[in-house]
């Protein structure tokens, strides 16, 4: 039953979330209007309004329905800068309004409410400015068919009464305009929130998973990258290389040339050595000198040559940025994670080579 209802609910709004809502929108405008015109059939049955008014019916009926094809087909998008065709639809909705009041007779008083619903059906969209305007287009509107009755027909509409009319459509007019005009600042207001909001989140989001200082992924994002690309390998029998890496006497960059030199080298040496790998392949910042390299879909022997890459990159281009010619120089160790789902055994692998590398003379690499 649910399923028949979803079926009938995507045929009918589309697909797409935000089409849904408008076209939700103008077909609950079709349905006032059809429940409009139901009125207007019983006061013609009635005989308190005349049989020719079932045309103006037509055109209302006829209007809304357009609006629900061109918002539903997605012609408005193509058509217009506000795919909900609010605006288009609330004027069309108070010159239908202003023609009723002309046929409505002894009724048309209820037609200056009905105005203003029109108005306030367009506050979810208009801009302040909007709302004042069609408030203001509403009165003129209806001001320009009282004036025309009390002119053309002062026996059936006494130019006194289609006068107070007026000014109660003015006053009504008036606070519907500032009622509109407020909703719509306010929207706004929760908008720009939302966005600063989304913002924020996303800043928060990449302090609690980058390295400031080179951009890298931090340890704790790393080793969540470890955790499900080795959950993965385990899975798809993929296999998956560590390396971690460690500058070689970087406390005497430091000391020969200063903190910040050497804030200098850690970003240059990431820089480089994302221009060596793969899209896939995970570099993140372990702490202090020290880098942990995931290579997805990796061998060991793959993972050796990458470590060679890396080490051209590095001699091939000194970081002139500090002292001409100055070389870094990294020390490796390497393993690979074949069928094992343990994060913490790979992790201490890679360091126990690490440690064998430094201990065997720096600037090379170990496998464990
Ligand atoms: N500029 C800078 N230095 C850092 C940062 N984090 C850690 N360090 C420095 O890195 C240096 C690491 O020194 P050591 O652990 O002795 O390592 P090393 O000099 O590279 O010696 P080996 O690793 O044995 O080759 C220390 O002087 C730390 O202060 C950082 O973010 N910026």
């Known amino acids: 039953m649910q399923s028949i209802t979803h079926i009938w609910a995507g045929w009918l709004l589309g697909p797409d979330r935000q089409q849904r809502l408008r076209v939700a929108h103008s077909l609950l405008a079709l349905g006032v209007y059809g429940l409009f015109a139901v009125c207007q059939g019983l006061a013609v049955a009635l005989g308190i309004m005349p049989r020719a008014s079932l045309t103006w019916m037509g055109f ?60 306030l059906f367009g506050a979810s969209k208009l801009t302040p400015r909007e709302g004042w305007g069609t408030a203001l287009f509403g009165v003129l509107s209806l001001a320009g068919v009282m004036a025309w009755l009390a002119w053309s027909d002062p026996g059936r509409h006494d130019p006194r009464e289609e006068g107070v009319l007026f000014m109660l459509s003015l006053v009504t007019a008036a606070a519907m305009g500032v009622l509109v005009a407020r909703l719509a600042r306010l929207r706004q207001r929760l908008m720009l929130q939302r966005s600063e909001l989304a913002e924020a989140l996303e800043r928060i989001r990449l302090l609690a998973t980058r390295d400031e200082l080179t951009g890298l992924p931090n340890r704790r994002a790393m080793a969540d990258a470890l955790q499900s690309a080795i959950t993965r390998q385990a899975r798809l029998s993929e296999p998956v290389a560590l390396v971690m890496i460690d500058l070689d006497h970087f406390k005497a960059i430091n000391d020969g040339h200063g903190h910040r030199a050497g804030d200098v080298v850690l970003r240059g040496f990431a820089e480089r050595a994302m221009s060596t790998l793969r899209a896939i392949d995970v570099l993140g910042r372990w702490g202090g000198e020290e880098f942990l390299l995931l290579l997805p879909d990796t061998t060991l022997e793959q993972a050796l040559a990458c470590v060679e890459r890396l080490r051209e990159q590095l001699h091939t281009s000194p970081f002139d940025e500090v002292a001409d010619g100055l070389a870094v120089r990294f020390s490796a160790g390497v393993t690979a994670c074949q069928g094992a789902t343990d994060v913490d055994a790979a992790i201490e692998r890679a360091d126990r080579a690490l440690y064998r590398a430094k201990n065997g003379g720096r600037s090379r690499t170990e496998t464990a």
């Open 60 to 119: 209302y009926l006829g209007g809304a329905l357009l609006f629900v094809a061109l918002v539903r087909s997605g012609a408005s998008h193509r058509l217009a800068r506000d795919p909900s065709l609010t605006l288009p639809q609330t004027l069309f909705g108070l010159v239908a309004a202003s023609g009723a009041y002309a046929l409505a007779g002894p009724l048309r008083g209820a037609v200056i409410a009905i105005s203003m619903l029109v108005v």
